[in-house]
């Protein structure tokens, strides 16, 4: 017995002691949506730079979050949404933005879902409808893939004049008017017919494992997992950056966390990247020479995986002077 | 030697008062008492277990009050011996004698003598948890004896186990401290345990030593109403005395009077032995030395081996007696009969006034 | 009746059994080694084993003589240390995780003392340590309360009386009697640890431990390379848990 215990005490330190002999790396930690995992992962890959690039994925809501609540120090911050880091983050934790790729909002499914063959970009509405089909989003209040997938709904409601916002309404505590809704902090809902998680991917494995039949996903994140879907009209995707589409999108407005402090309206808008380093990065210099990669090389890799880049990549605010020559400054 | 000076304890629901007590080198002193005297606190004070609140324990001329129980040199045996489970009934014993740093050839002969001492030797491989409760005592034996204690304190080492084996245990403790000669405190409730065991009794209530005496003083001297009722004596009266002259005092209880060789006066509380009641037919009695001759009739009779229990009734006043069944027989003695008793003044103790 | 406790137990074992089993349905061998056993998989597998064996041996040496005195030791207020020392057990493993930064992170005042050690917090291994060591400790402590309690004080009393100062009677007498109760609080302790994500993803993403990594491919690639991660895992679990139990039945 008393050998036993030695041996753990010993084997503990041993397997211990590399942590405490290796001094700290250096590191660039990026905060970055749940849909930019693959193709940051692929830009890792083949940055060359000498340093370790830490990727901690997460809904973007979160991402900032965990920089503004928690007081995390992240170099980069890439958010799904880049209207989330002046809203979020403008003053204190940033003061700049580019926009560097783009997406779209397409319904995700696998041949184990209901009515799967049947199923295309005109009946879609009807066949969500259905009572016997569970669909599912991401929760608004943590993602904005969620809000977006309200929006695409209530746009959708309008557009085809299916009560797709009735539905809703009777199985979420949301409060539906036109195509203006009010998510409540936290967001319920019927789980016989309306599924939410707090990131859209994980929407995925609920379909793979055939719980879930259709899904609101990014179209990068239907196409790397190897999903079916259907692709929705530009009126409703948010995916199109046309002046006359950015019109029809805003009409959709969604309020998440109601009734908190934290209470914030949405506006629909075509769905863009953004990303910044914070005021609080601890390796900037690191992070400036990995997002100048993002922004010439990187942008290649969006556009191979479904996520359409931005060229050249539109930056607003207190763009620093490195990156000055990659993107297009607007005022 | 063990000497204690006014120790006082106070555990909340457990007190010592000002105890003072003295163990002779060599004596087998007999802690008695009912249960809640605080006979086990005594016993776990003088351990250094638990702290007084004030007084001082000796032992051997060196004052121990404030040593802890490790340098005391006085071994312990509790109710249920408390035997190590995991060490073989060898390393039990032996486990003192490691700690005294002896080498193993000393060790393995001193367990060995020690186990064929207590009749154990047979056993010393065993785990003492498949050990009977006799054989598990002479191991708490041997493992305390062994060390050589300045003294080994007892704690009700007899009371867990079946009738039998008590006795046979209580001989077996009695020859082994005539052959050893080691000094003991020994707790119990049971006083025929102590009439057997003991060189003096300490007689315990309520936190306080009553009284430190032999057994036979005892018996013929209880001198306090609580000893009498522990020890179960009978014909315990309460009655009025006044004293006749003569060193003799008359007692009133209810219908009967009697003469007793105690001088009082007042409201007394009286005991008289079983044994001191003598029966006889009724009739004319020869000259005897009893003062006391009274009638009295038969309540019942009971067979409380050896000896037969007769109850008299005089009037109110209830008294027992013991005869064989000879006597029984011979005197033919049932219900309903009456008879003439006899009692001497010197057989009726005045315990309490 | 013992057919039926029979038939019950086989329903709880059953319900245990099954979501493991379709862990390992489904999954080949080359899945396994691409996901399970890849670098990356790898090096967290020895994060994790490497921070709850330590986290364990902490636990062991802070625990052990807090157990014995919440067991021995009679004071004011010891339920509530007892409650106390329970709460990690209640706290959702997000908030102990949201806790422990806020109490210990590099800029707070503990925290900047042990940072200028070398032990930071957040996102080093000390920071996971720290988290396993934070959940498990209910489980160490309670469990060697339940086996110093369970001594006989008396056996104690008499090694006290036969020379035994307060340090050999513990170490010669009560641990040894308790040891069953340490090595099922280390068990529990270790396994706790291993399983600990929630806390983790807040206080100390990176070093990414196996259970980190687990979820980040679940959330990015989906079930099935989810599985062919943790396979490696549950196998060296459950391989450690039969090997530990065998060994301490042996003592």
């Given at each position: 017995m008393r050998e036993l215990l030695v041996a753990v005490v010993i084997v503990a330190i041993l397997l211990s002691l590399p942590f405490l002999l290796m001094s700290e790396p250096k590191v660039i930690k990026v905060f970055h949506a749940g849909s930019l995992t693959v193709p940051l992962k692929e830009i890792v890959k083949e940055y060359d730079g000498n340093v370790e690039i830490r990727l901690e994925g997460s809904g973007s809501v979160e991402a900032a979050g965990k920089i503004t609540e928690l007081g995390k120090r992240a170099d980069i911050l890439a958010s799904a949404d880049y209207r989330l880091i002046p809203s979020m983050m403008y003053p204190n934790y940033a003061d700049w933005y580019v926009i560097f790729a783009t997406n779209e909002i397409v319904l995700a499914y696998t041949e184990k879902s209901k009515y799967a063959d049947e199923i295309n970009s005109e009946n879609w509405s009807q066949i969500l409808m259905k009572d016997n089909v569970r669909f599912g989003f991401s929760d608004p209040n943590k993602d904005p893939c969620g809000y977006r997938s309200v929006m695409t709904l209530l746009l959708a409601s309008k557009l085809y004049n299916v009560p797709l916002d009735e539905l809703l309404r009777e199985n979420t505590n949301m409060r539906i008017e036109g195509t203006e809704a009010w998510v409540p902090d936290p967001v319920e809902v019927k789980v016989e017919r309306i599924v939410i998680r707090?990131?859209?991917?994980?929407?995925i494995s609920l379909l793979e494992a055939g719980s879930l039949d259709y899904a609101f996903e990014y179209k990068s994140v239907a196409v790397q997992h190897n999903l079916k879907y259907v692709d929705l009209p530009s009126q409703i995707d948010l995916g199109s950056p046309d002046d006359k589409m950015v019109a029809v999108y805003s009409k959709a407005v969604v309020h998440i966390f109601v009734g908190s402090d934290k209470e914030r309206k949405l506006t629909g808008a075509p769905i863009a990247y953004g990303l910044t380093i914070p005021k609080v990065a601890e390796n900037k210099e690191g992070a400036l020479k990995f997002v100048k990669f993002i922004l010439t090389k990187g942008l290649d890799i969006f556009d191979r995986l479904?996520?359409?880049?931005?060229?050249?990549p539109v930056a607003y605010g207190n763009v620093p002077a490195e990156l000055r020559d990659v993107v297009e400054v607007r005022p | 030697m063990i000497e204690v000076r006014g120790l006082s304890v106070d555990l909340g629901e457990f007190r010592l008062r000002d105890i003072d007590l003295v163990v002779e080198d060599g004596e087998y002193l007999v802690v008695m008492g009912?249960?809640?005297?605080g006979k086990t606190v005594l016993l776990q004070t003088i351990l250094g277990i638990v702290r007084p609140i004030g007084g001082r324990i000796v032992v051997d001329d060196v004052d121990v009050t404030d040593f802890p129980p490790e340098r005391r040199g006085l071994s312990y045996v509790p109710q249920n011996y408390a035997l190590f489970p995991h060490m073989t009934v060898f390393e039990n014993i032996a486990f003192g004698l490691r700690l005294r740093g002896y080498d193993e050839g000393e060790i393995n002969e001193r367990v060995r003598t020690f186990a064929e001492i207590m009749g154990i030797e047979h056993l010393l491989?065993?785990?003492?948890?498949?050990?009977s409760g006799g054989e598990q005592q002479r191991v708490a034996l041997a493992r305390a004896l062994v060390v050589d204690p300045r003294a080994i304190l007892l704690d009700e080492p007899l009371s867990a186990l079946d009738k039998s084996r008590r006795i046979e245990l209580q001989s077996f403790l009695r020859r082994l401290h005539s052959e050893l000669g080691f000094t003991a405190m020994h707790v119990t409730h049971d006083y025929l345990e102590a009439s057997l065991l003991a060189d003096r009794i300490a007689v315990m209530f309520d936190g306080r030593v009553l009284r430190v005496a032999s057994f036979q003083e005892l018996i013929e001297d209880p001198s306090d109403e609580r000893i009498v009722e522990f020890m179960g004596m009978d014909n315990v009266l309460r009655g009025r005395a006044e004293k006749v002259g003569n060193g003799l005092s008359k007692v009133r209880i209810s219908d009967l009077e009697l003469v007793t060789a105690y001088e009082a006066e007042g409201d007394v509380v009286l005991v008289v032995r079983p044994e001191d009641i003598y029966i006889h037919p009724l009739g004319k009695l020869a000259p005897m030395s009893a003062r006391n001759v009274f009638r009295g009739i038969v309540e019942s009779v009971e067979f409380r081996s050896p000896v037969h229990v007769v109850t008299f009734r005089i009037g109110e006043v209830r008294l027992r007696s013991v005869v064989t069944r000879q006597s029984l027989e011979e005197l033919g003695i049932e219900p309903r009969k009456e008879f003439l008793l006899s009692v001497k003044a010197t057989a009726v103790k005045v315990i309490s006034q | 009746m013992a057919q039926g406790f029979a038939a019950l137990g086989l329903l709880l074992v059953l319900f245990i059994l099954l979501p493991l089993a379709s862990l390992m349905v489904g999954t080949s061998p080359r899945e396994v080694i691409e996901y399970g056993l890849d670098g990356e998989a790898l090096s967290a597998l020895y994060i994790g084993i490497a921070a709850s064996l330590l986290a364990t041996v902490i636990l062991m040496v802070l625990g052990i003589p807090l157990a014995y005195v919440l067991a021995r030791r009679e004071f004011k207020g010891r339920e509530l240390v007892k409650a106390l020392v329970d709460l990690p057990l209640i706290v959702p493993h997000g908030v102990a995780g949201i806790a422990l930064l806020v109490a210990y992170n590099s800029r707070a005042t503990i925290g900047s003392l042990l940072a200028s050690l070398g032990l930071k917090l957040e996102d080093s291994f000390w920071g996971i340590v720290a988290v396993m060591a934070f959940v498990s400790a209910p489980l160490m402590v309670d469990s060697l309360i339940d086996g110093f309690s369970g001594v006989d004080v008396n056996l104690e009393h008499v090694a006290r009386s036969l020379g035994a100062s307060e340090s050999t009677t513990f170490w010669r007498v009560t641990m040894p009697l308790a040891s069953r109760s340490l090595m099922t609080g280390s068990l529990l302790s270790w396994a706790r640890g291993m399983s600990e994500v929630g806390a983790l993803l807040i206080v100390?993403?990176?070093?990414?431990?196996i259970n980190v990594l687990i979820m980040e491919r679940f959330w990015t690639y989906g079930l099935k390379v989810a599985k062919a991660t943790a396979l490696p895992l549950l196998i060296i679990s459950l391989v450690s848990f039969v090997a530990i139990r065998r060994l301490s039945r042996r003592v």
């Open positions: 707090p990131k859209s991917v994980e929407l479904g996520q359409p880049a931005v060229r050249p | 009912p249960s809640g005297a491989h065993r785990n003492p948890m498949t050990l | 100390a993403y990176y070093p990414k431990s």
